[in-house]
């Protein structure tokens, strides 16, 4: 059916996209290594394949590289998933999707160090970061700041992120933004 939508009506037609789908298959087994899964791709994963690269763009590199930050979480569906999203970032070659994974990778850390500032405590930090990290970080705030305002809260018995962000939008509103604003 979706071959049909396609436009892939006759058996030329058919035999071109089957090729197409062979084609890719070596490609696809450096896909399911990077996901570290043992299977063999199917008629499905091979159209995943296609998708990313005839419709979105990717080359291997790119999919490889996500691949591997998804390993042995999720399979294909996971990679789909993540590349989809990449793909509405407008992220297509590897250099913007390490810059990306580099920021995701600096402000998780960032804000698991300020929650055990605090003394907070999180199961999944990624809502603290889309709420309170990222927004401060737009304001100027830097990581040194925000620890030196996280240990601020953990002296006064601030112990919710919400809390914290109370103080940093007043510190923001009397302009308290460098290090050495918020030191003193």
């Not at 896909?31 to 763009?57: C, E, H, M, N, R």
């Not at 100027?140 to 962000?165: E, P, Q, V, W």
Request: charged share 30%; glycine share 6%; aromatic share 12%.
């Amino acid at each position: 059916k979706a071959w049909a939508n396609e436009g892939v009506k006759n058996i030329d037609q058919v035999e071109d996209k089957l090729r197409e789908l062979e084609a890719n298959t070596d490609s696809m087994r450096q896909v399911f290594y990077a996901l570290g899964l043992k299977s063999s791709p199917d008629f499905d994963d091979k159209q995943f394949y296609i998708k990313w690269t005839s419709s979105w763009g990717y080359d291997l590199e790119s999919i490889l590289f996500v691949a591997k930050l998804c390993k042995k979480r999720g399979g294909m569906k996971k990679l789909d998933s993540m590349l989809d999203n990449f793909y509405k970032l407008g992220l297509y070659n590897i250099q913007d999707l390490e810059e990306h994974n580099k920021r995701i990778e600096y402000t998780t850390n960032l804000a698991i160090k300020i929650v055990k500032s605090i003394g907070d405590y999180y199961n999944n930090i990624e809502p603290v970061v889309e709420q309170y990290i990222v927004p401060w970080l737009e304001k100027g705030y830097d990581a040194k700041g925000l620890l030196t305002i996280a240990n601020y809260c953990f002296h006064k018995n601030i112990r919710k992120m919400s809390d914290m962000n109370n103080l940093v939008l007043e510190f923001y509103s009397n302009g308290i933004i460098s290090n050495e604003a918020i030191d003193e």
